[in-house]
């Protein structure tokens, strides 16, 4: 577990006058919320395995969306410029689409959804390219074939069998995150507190959404203390966590991004953010949708795949951490590691005792280990203030 010194805190103030995240940003992102409620719709509709793997399709493309856009608006001041705004908004109208078509994406509404993806990411190139100085517009025209070939194949896919279509999908999605990692990210530039404040409310928007799976799952139930019980467990669960990851895991991150060179920033930013936030955000909506599935089965054992989307869910999210302090430190939390595996043992049990305390056993799993990670940093701090 990293703390945080006087001069470390020190460095990320440092950083601070970059952070601010601008109305557009945030407005951009009601549209990414919605689209993440309609995949956790899309996981309660198609609770079976196959379901399941088209469920974490879905969030790839959607979330390597958000992440160009989360790259662009660090680079330009889109909400400063007319016509630069004017193409967020174009873009936050195509995202609209997506969202909307995500129930039938591998159905009726295919080429629909992925034409609408293909204006999303089209857009994002374009003004990338147009706006940028010219070593990062060079470094977008690298990565534009990657960028624009996935959602092109995504389009071909509507018009095909079901196994082809699952075979290009996995192409574009492969191609997609691969470009960048295989291609370099050299000549963009990312502005530290700015990048690390977007991810950070990200996570919490996603976090809220996992709050809507509560009301979700409770629709049309009658309310009895038990079912406040689980709602209880099921809200102690959620702000577990958001206490594991902001009481400590940005700080010392964000100093360590902070610190770096032009070069190794964009890599870190790739890294650590683009490509492992995906685990937390991964980790958060399985956990909702195991939070929704218990409430609306509140005296039954959760079913595998909903048993799974739980503790799963939960084990995720920590390994999410773990890769994003090894990413950024070269270490990882013990502690966190042996809950992650605790988590997973906790399936079978999910599966045979009735679903809300199968729920209070995971939220105190992770309660107890937020609470051991604050007495061992507050007990740390202590010792170097003697």
């Excluded at 609408?116 to 089209?122: G, T």
């Excluded at 010392?252 to 685990?279: C, G, V």
């Excluded at 994003?324 to 270490?331: E, L, M, V």
């Amino acid at each position: 577990m990293s703390t945080m010194s006087t001069s470390d805190v020190e460095s990320v103030d440092e950083v601070q006058h970059d952070g601010d995240v601008t109305p557009l940003e945030l407005f951009f992102d009601l549209v990414f919320v919605f689209a993440v409620t309609q995949i956790t719709g899309f996981l309660t509709n198609h609770l079976s395995w196959p379901g399941v793997v088209r469920g974490i399709a879905l969030l790839a493309v959607v979330w390597w969306a958000w992440v160009g856009y989360s790259w662009l608006t660090n680079a330009i001041p889109a909400e400063e410029i007319l016509p630069e705004r004017l193409v967020i908004l174009l873009a936050m109208a195509a995202m609209l689409v997506v969202a909307l078509t995500i129930p039938r994406a591998f159905g009726t509404d295919a080429v629909f959804f992925a034409v609408a993806y293909f204006v999303v990411r089209a857009l994002h190139v374009v003004l990338y390219g147009l706006t940028t100085p010219p070593e990062t517009r060079k470094a977008i025209l690298r990565l534009a074939p990657g960028f624009l070939g996935a959602p092109v194949l995504l389009i071909v896919s509507g018009f095909v069998g079901t196994t082809l279509q699952a075979a290009l999908w996995t192409t574009a999605i492969v191609t997609d995150y691969g470009i960048a990692r295989f291609r370099g990210v050299e000549g963009f530039h990312v502005q530290a507190s700015h990048f690390v404040e977007r991810h950070r409310l990200i996570i919490i928007i996603a976090l809220g959404e996992s709050i809507v799976a509560i009301g979700v799952g409770m629709a049309g139930l009658t309310i009895t203390r038990r079912l406040l019980l689980a709602v209880l467990f099921g809200f102690v669960l959620i702000a577990t966590l958001w206490w594991l990851y902001f009481d400590y895991i940005t700080l010392a991150a964000e100093r360590r991004f902070a610190r770096a060179s032009d070069r190794e920033r964009a890599i870190l930013a790739r890294d650590s953010y683009s490509y492992i936030h995906l685990m937390m955000m991964g980790g958060i909506i399985f956990v909702a949708l195991g939070i929704e599935q218990t409430l609306a089965h509140l005296n039954q054992p959760l079913s595998a795949i909903p048993a799974v989307a739980l503790c799963g869910g939960g084990t995720l999210y920590l390994c999410g951490h773990n890769a994003y302090r090894f990413r950024d430190h070269g270490t990882i939390s013990v502690a966190r590691a042996i809950v992650a595996i605790v988590a997973v043992l906790l399936i079978p049990v999910m599966m045979v005792v009735p679903s809300f305390v199968g729920l209070g056993l995971l939220t105190a799993l992770l309660v107890v280990l937020a609470a051991y990670e604050t007495i061992r940093s507050e007990d740390r701090r202590r010792l170097r203030s003697r």
